[in-house]
């Protein structure tokens, strides 16, 4: 697999901010307003993915700390899109 070259700055217009990704999280939970503080957008999560990931292979992507799933949104989001065949475990601790 040949690398990607990622940049040192990436701006919120190409990978999103907290404030889109709470409006994402809302959209798909419209009666539980803030369930997470600071969920990560998808768009940034599918950018890791183009630099870490490719299509053509079988990533498991582990994530330790899911929290609202982003991860996962991500991963099945991208798969859709490039025809990816990424798969993920995520893992989230109880909390109150």
């Known amino acids: 697999m040949q690398g990607v070259v ?3 700055i990436w701006l919120w217009s190409e990978v999103g901010h907290n ?3 709470k409006k ?3 959209s798909l939970f419209p009666d539980s307003p803030d369930i997470f503080q600071t ?3 998808t768009r940034l ?3 890791i993915l183009t630099l ?3 299509p053509e292979s079988e990533d498991i992507v582990l994530d330790f700390f899911a929290g609202s799933g982003t991860t996962g949104h991500a991963i099945l989001d991208q798969n859709a899109s490039d025809d ?3 798969r993920f475990i995520l ?3 109880p909390e109150p």
Do not use: C, H, I
Request: glycine share 8%; no cysteine.
């Open 24 to 26: 994402e999280v809302q």
């Open 52 to 54: 870490g990931t490719s």
């Open 19 to 21: 404030d889109e990704a």
């Open 84 to 86: 990816g065949n990424r």
């Open 39 to 41: 969920p990560k957008p």
């Open 6 to 8: 990622a940049q040192t």
């Open 91 to 93: 893992v989230q601790l």
């Open 45 to 47: 999560m599918r950018k």
